[in-house]
Structures are given as C-alpha cells and as structure tokens.
C-alpha cells in the first residue's frame, strides 16, 4: 500500500485520483509512478469548495448546453435537480441561506490525501533476465526507492502489457495479460487469475503457465509467448476483440468541468481591445470585452472519468475539484457577431460542392453555432499562446460560456505563470502591443491554412476534452477581418 500526498499539486492530484461513485466499479483512476500502474484506494476529502449562484448557473447551462446530447456524458451530472435549485435561488435573498442550500445539494470537496494501491486487477509483475511473471504478494518492494525486485535475481520487475478493448461487446475495457492463452480453457484462466495463482498447463498438466516474453516489443501482439515452467512448450497470446498494449495511467481520462466568477474578472485587469482599435487584424465591434485579469477565479471539479483506450466506459466519479486564482484572458463576444458569422459561412462556402449545403441552415440562434465559435476562439488563443509566452500548451485550459458568449483562457497553476499578461505588454523594439503581432500572426494561420473545416492543423490540440469536435477556423474570419473570399477551402 502507498500513499501519496496530493495538497502540493492540485493539478495534478484532481487530474489523476479518482473513485467511481458506484462502489462496485472496481475501475479506478490510474496513477503511473517510476514504471509501475497504481489504482486510486481511497481520496481524504478536504474543504468543501464553495460555488456561488452564478458560476453554479455557468457550470450548469454550460454543461447541459455542451453535452446535454451525449447520454453517456450528460448521466454525470443532475442537470434536473441542479435547475430546480436555481430556480429556488431566484427567490431567496439572503447569500447566506444561498450558499447553504448551493452546499447541501451540490456538495464537493477539495482533496488533501489519495491513497494508491498496485493495479492487481489490471497488471503482473514481470521480470525482463527470468521472465518469470509474478502476482504483487511473491514480490518484494524497496520501499525507500519504491521498485519492486525480482525473488529470483534481484532485477526490477517491469508491469505486463495489458488487454483493451478494440471493438464493442460490451465487455469490460480492460483485461489482465494471462487471460486469453491459445489452446488454454478461457474460464480456468480466469479462474486462476482470480485465485492470483498460475493456470496449469493444458499441455503437460503438470507445470503452469507463469513465464512470458515477446520475440519483437516492437510487434507485442503477435510476438508474445506464455511459456509452461515444466514442459517449456509455448503458447501464443490471443483475443479476437482485445488488443495487447503498455498499461498506463492514460487509461483513465478526468471528464472535467469548469467554471469562473465574473466578479473576478474585474480585479485589476487591463482592457486588451483597447489595444486592438483600428487593427487591421482584429474587428473591436464585435466585442463586448476582452480583459486580461490576473486574478481569475477559477473551479475545477471532475465529474467523472473515461476508462479504456479504443473503447471507453463513462463512469460517475465522486466529486472532487480545487479552486484557483490565476491569469486569464476573457474575451465576451457581442450577440450580432453571430449573424455574422451565419452569413459568412454561406458566403465562404458558395461554391463548395457540400460545405454550402450543411452551412446553409444555420441561423445565428443555433446553439451549436455558438459552441462552434466560441471552441474555435478558445483554441485559437491555445494554439499562440505558448509562441508569445514561453509557456507550453499544456500549461493552458479554457472554459467557453455560452450563456455569456465568451471565453476564458487561463493558466492552470495556481497563481498563474505570467503567460497571459503578455498580451497586455507592449513591444519595446517593435514598438507596438505584443497583442498586435499576436493577432497579425493568429490571422495569418488561419487564413491560409487549407485542412478542411474540421481544421485538424490550425486550431486542434492535443488533450481537447472534446476530442477536437467542433472547431472551425472560418467561424473566426470576421473577428480577424477576413474576406469570405480570402480564407481558402483548398480541400
Ligand atoms: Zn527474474
Ligand atoms: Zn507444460
Ligand atoms: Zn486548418
Ligand atoms: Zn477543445
């Protein structure tokens, strides 16, 4: 059993630890450390992290607008009963019988301690000199340097590759490596893997199937040989629906949501559009604010996870999150940028064979209009971010409010990194606003790019929660005074 303290990185910690609501679902959050796959055991709960009305009311229509129409990802939060409260709240006065009604029924905790466990349900131990294979309990740890050695020649032991999922039958994700012998009896596998124990021979009956190795890591699945420790024949690995792959904490994916105080946003900012009046990059009219607050407040909380590679389960995590105070850029848009974005796309896409026919039904009030540019817009500050700052992408995250028509891209370290409080800087040499040069380059980008109006080269990023699905540059050409005629489909 190992612990870990979480309080020193929040960001980390919500991202990692994490525990299904259903207590059955052996499926817990994965931890990877130095080579080996942990299970989140148990997380201590902290202080309650607090919401007011309004982000309450951003989280929500946010995420009902957002994945309201994907029944596995809408199931992780109670959108119904989260309405009815908001609508208690418009009647009530006092904050304070507010936030205790806000507490009592969306209750969520900041987390101070996770506990991990070694993966048994999922991994072996392995060593590369014997080969031998080996349950957690017939090997020893090191527990100042925390490896695991092999009882036979001292070697540190690697983890076995594991079984995912690669087509749907509704079974489970993942399965552990001894389960799918060829010319094995598949329930004795299992049988023997529940037992932690090795599966007899089927051949001499006599020894058991607890060596393995691959002839070619580079082709795992179709070199991999399970070896009898009596008569040394060798068995080949296989499963029509499950794939042999390096087990990793990846597996299990935090669905995040969050969520940010608009009062916060005032505190000490700089206004980034009066920069901009005039550009020949970037149309102010079309926007109602955008600020650079270096005092954001920010609430993360996970609502639940992905687990599998190809196939994935959704499972309900208990709620745990962390609140931040950070750099931000908030850019609000006004409501008849969306008119015009409807109108542009027509016009963008009038002599394209499909493309006019799938944009021509769009209307300024669709909300997935809404969501289109407002995801656009926030990878689009993603994508130059880190060139103005310094800072790595992965560094930054973003909400889109579609309730307010803005988006807010923010630096996920507590305190902030000092990357967005570039775009408030001015330019010394070139002695302009850094955000000029920000924009002239974003537009060119974008204007030239030619990937189809799913836009996998400009505007996607890796770790989109949303897998990159809608994102389209043009939905940016207005903002960024381009001509529907001087963006190019070259698809
Ligand atoms: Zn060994
Ligand atoms: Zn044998
Ligand atoms: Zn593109
Ligand atoms: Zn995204």
């Known amino acids: 059993m190992v612990y870990f303290r979480t309080d020193e990185d929040s960001n980390d910690a919500i991202r990692k630890f994490m525990l299904p609501m259903d207590e059955k679902t052996f499926q817990t959050g994965l931890y990877q450390y130095k080579s080996a796959i942990y299970k989140t055991k148990a997380i201590d709960a902290g202080s309650t992290l607090m919401f007011n009305e309004d ?20 199931k992780l939060l109670e959108v119904e009963e989260l309405r009815e409260l908001l609508g208690l709240l418009n009647n009530i006065d006092d904050p304070e019988v507010k936030r205790d009604l806000i507490a009592n029924q969306f209750a969520c905790h900041k987390m101070t301690r996770a506990e991990v466990r070694f993966a ?4 072996q131990f392995w060593c590369s000199k014997c080969k031998r294979l080996f349950f957690e309990e017939e090997v020893q740890r090191k527990r100042e340097y925390n490896v695991f050695k092999c009882p036979n020649d001292g070697r540190t032991l690697q983890i076995t590759p594991i079984w995912v999922l690669k087509v749907e039958t509704e079974k489970s994700p993942t399965t552990p490596l001894p389960v799918w012998i060829s010319g094995a009896n598949l329930s004795s596998l299992w049988d023997a893997w529940k037992n932690h124990t090795s599966a007899a021979c089927p051949k001499c009956n006599k020894g058991v199937l607890n060596s393995y ?11 991999s040989t399970i070896v009898c420790s009596n008569c040394k024949n060798e068995f080949r690995l296989y499963s029509a629906n499950y794939s042999l792959t390096n087990a990793s904490e990846n597996l299990s994916q935090p669905f995040l949501v969050s969520t940010y105080s608009r009062n916060s946003l005032k505190l000490n900012n700089s206004n980034l559009a009066s920069l901009l009046e005039s550009s020949p990059c970037f149309d102010t009219s079309f926007v109602e604010e955008f600020l650079f607050a270096p005092e954001a407040r920010i609430k993360e909380i996970v609502l639940g996870y992905l687990y599998g590679a190809n196939i994935t389960r959704t499972i309900k995590a208990k709620k745990f999150g962390r609140d931040i105070k950070t750099g931000a850029l908030y850019l609000r848009l006004k409501s008849h ?15 394209h064979p499909s493309y006019y026919q799938k944009y021509q039904g769009v209307t300024a009030t669709d909300k997935d209009l809404h969501k289109l540019v407002l995801h656009s817009l926030a990878h689009a500050f993603l994508t130059r971010l880190p060139a103005v700052s310094g800072v790595s992408l992965d560094s930054f995250s973003y909400i889109y409010d579609m309730i307010n028509d ?4 923010y630096e996920e370290a507590p305190g902030g990194l000092g990357a967005c409080i570039e775009l408030s800087r ?7 606003p850094i955000i000029l040069e920000f924009f002239t380059k974003l537009r060119e980008n974008i204007g030239s790019c030619t990937c189809d109006d799913r836009c996998k080269y400009c505007i996607a990023t890796r770790g989109c929660q949303e897998w990159n699905e809608a994102l389209s540059r043009f939905t940016l050409g207005p903002l960024l005074r381009l001509d529907a005629q001087d963006i190019s489909w070259g698809f």
């Open 406 to 409: 803005a988006v807010l891209v």
């Open 55 to 74: 982000e309450l009311r951003i989280l929500v229509d946010n995420f009902d607008r957002i994945y309201g129409d994907n029944p596995e990802l809408a």
């Open 426 to 432: 001015f330019d010394e040499q070139k002695k302009e």
């Open 120 to 123: 048994d349900d999922l991994c």
């Open 213 to 223: 190795y691959s002839k070619n890591p580079a082709r795992l699945m179709e070199s």
């Open 337 to 351: 940028y969306f008119e015009t974005v409807s109108s542009y796309l027509k016009e963008v896409f009038k002599e």
